[in-house]
């Protein structure tokens, strides 16, 4: 079965340090997402793709960059890691164009950065 | 810009009985998308039910239907014969209709008594 998985699920790590959370799919989606959840916001979109070589801001995305050199994978980095990007971070993928709308989403990762 | 408000940040009920969440919007385009996503306690988001704007038929699917009231931009969840399972929150979302980026409300956390 087509799937998206996240890794690390549990991440802690200290300030200044670069992190970088992997996003992997296989259900082949040109679309693929990053958002953040916090208590009280909800899920905030911090990078977006629409295809290889395609990367947007989102709404929360300073201090985050994302590439995207194949269809699976979206690998999120934090250049230099800050207490306030401690958070649960997931990953979704969905294409609209071809018929799936819907967007999947991944099992979250959970980073805590001291 | 488009924006999402669940204005219920908890909400209890029996089991067996019924509760509905409030979400309200704004947003100046025709065409778009609704959804709610229930977070369990596993974290994992799951597609609860989605309404397309274009539709005035609301969406139902088995115990969960949707009070769409496209004029006064809200987008209320019914419940029905709520379950332990049910436990957990929900949140509501917009997508624009040529666009797959999801803006998620804060959050309803339903807690479901026996």
């Known amino acids: 079965d087509a799937e998206i998985t996240q890794s690390p699920r549990h991440k802690i790590t200290e300030t200044g340090r670069q992190v970088t959370l992997a996003c992997h799919q296989t259900?082949?989606?040109?679309?693929m997402f990053w958002y953040r959840q916090d208590l009280g916001h909800g899920l905030r979109l911090i990078h977006y793709?629409?295809?290889?070589?395609?990367?947007n801001k989102g709404e929360v995305s300073d201090g985050y960059s994302v590439s995207r050199s194949n269809t699976e994978d979206l690998p999120l980095t934090l250049e230099s890691a800050a207490s306030s990007q401690t958070s649960v971070y997931f990953c979704?993928?969905?294409?609209?164009?071809?018929?799936?709308?819907?967007?999947?989403f991944g099992p979250g990762t959970r980073l805590t950065v001291l | 810009a488009q924006t999402v408000t669940q204005s219920q940040p908890e909400m209890s009920v029996q089991e067996a009985e019924t509760v509905t969440l409030s979400c309200t919007y704004d947003?100046?385009?025709?065409?778009?998308?609704l959804f709610w996503y229930k977070q369990p306690p596993s974290r994992q988001m799951i597609l609860v039910i989605r309404?397309?704007?274009?539709?005035?038929q609301n969406a139902t699917e088995n115990r969960f239907s949707v009070n769409f009231q496209k004029a006064a931009k809200s987008f209320s969840l019914k419940i029905s014969d709520s379950q332990l399972g049910d436990a957990a929150m929900y949140f509501c979302?917009?997508?624009?209709?040529?666009?797959?980026?999801?803006?998620f409300g804060t959050g309803t956390r339903l807690q479901v008594f026996p």
């Open positions: 793709s629409y295809g290889v070589q395609d990367t």
């Open positions: 309404q397309e704007a274009y539709k005035q």
């Open positions: 259900w082949n989606h040109n679309n």
């Open positions: 947003t100046s385009e025709s065409d778009y998308y």
């Open positions: 979704a993928s969905s294409d609209r164009l071809a018929g799936t709308d819907t967007q999947y």
């Open positions: 979302a917009y997508r624009s209709y040529n666009t797959d980026k999801l803006i």
